[in-house]
């Protein structure tokens, strides 16, 4: 492919009354990973939610794989292999891993996919072998977004958006998830990510985005380098 993955052009979003989002543009899955960044509140998050679906844009167009995914549903645009891993845990709390995995295959695209998929995400998780019949609501925190991750994967993403994946982690999980991370893009699927570690978000990123104020306030293509400190510079505004 030649063009973006994704394209965002011009999307203003909001919650009621208020805007997050004001015209913001970016794309993905042309240049390799895409980074996301920005103080908190600044709609990182919201932009995420846009382009899965799961909030409806005011204004612009999203195009996804060739196709205008702008007024689509959530469930549709999983089924076409756009896949968001949310902050925070959102898995259902009574259902086993098991349950989860076969719960991420069920799209059309993904299901004939299932075997194979879900030996690649016990290849990069194998804990979750072991715990495989154990209910979401009894793993730990580590555990639980490697299942988040892991139900994505089963998805079969073309595009795999990854909203704050460290957030809350100890240190060991933490490492052990941002290689897991690694091990993803490196097997082809192109990510976009949301990430407040910089030395991750800058080992993982080929492409960045500081969002600001719902807008993009800078845009740091391939081949453009930016260190650890100026990034630090960017979130504290000098
Ligand atoms: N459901 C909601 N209803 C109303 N306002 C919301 C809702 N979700 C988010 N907001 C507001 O939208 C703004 C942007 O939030 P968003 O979560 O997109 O930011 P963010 O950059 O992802 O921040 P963080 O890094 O803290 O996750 C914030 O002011 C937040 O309070």
Redesign the pocket.
């Known amino acids: 492919m030649t063009g973006p993955m994704l394209s965002v052009s011009e999307l203003t979003a909001g ?2 009354r ?1 805007t ?1 989002l004001d015209k913001i543009s970016i794309e993905a899955g042309r240049f390799g990973n895409v980074g996301l960044f ?1 103080p ?7 932009l995420l939610r846009a382009v899965s679906g799961l909030l409806k844009p005011r204004q612009g167009r999203i195009v996804f794989d060739g196709e205008d995914i702008t007024e689509a549903t959530s469930r549709a645009i999983v089924k076409k292999g756009l896949i968001h891993v949310p ?1 925070g845990n959102t898995l259902f709390p009574d259902l086993s891993i098991a349950d989860c995995m076969a719960l991420g295959a069920y799209s059309p695209r993904a299901r004939p996919l299932e075997d194979e998929n879900r030996e690649k995400v016990l290849a990069l998780f194998p804990k979750l072998r072991e715990r495989w019949r154990q209910r979401v609501a009894t793993l730990s925190g580590g555990e639980r977004q490697m299942v988040s991750i892991g139900t994505a994967l089963m998805s079969h993403p073309k595009l795999l958006i990854l909203d ?1 994946p460290t957030l809350g982690l100890a240190p060991k999980i933490k490492d052990e998830l941002c290689r897991s991370v690694l091990e993803i893009s490196k097997s082809g699927v192109p990510l976009i990510v ?1 990430e407040q570690d910089v030395e991750f978000l800058l080992e993982l990123s080929q492409h960045l985005y500081f ?1 600001n104020h719902g807008q993009v306030e800078t845009e740091i293509k391939p081949g453009e380098s930016l260190g650890h400190s100026e990034i630090m510079a960017m979130y504290f505004g000098h």
Do not use: M
């Open positions: 919650y009621g208020i997050v920005g908190n509140g600044h709609g990182k998050t919201t902050q704050e949301v969002l």
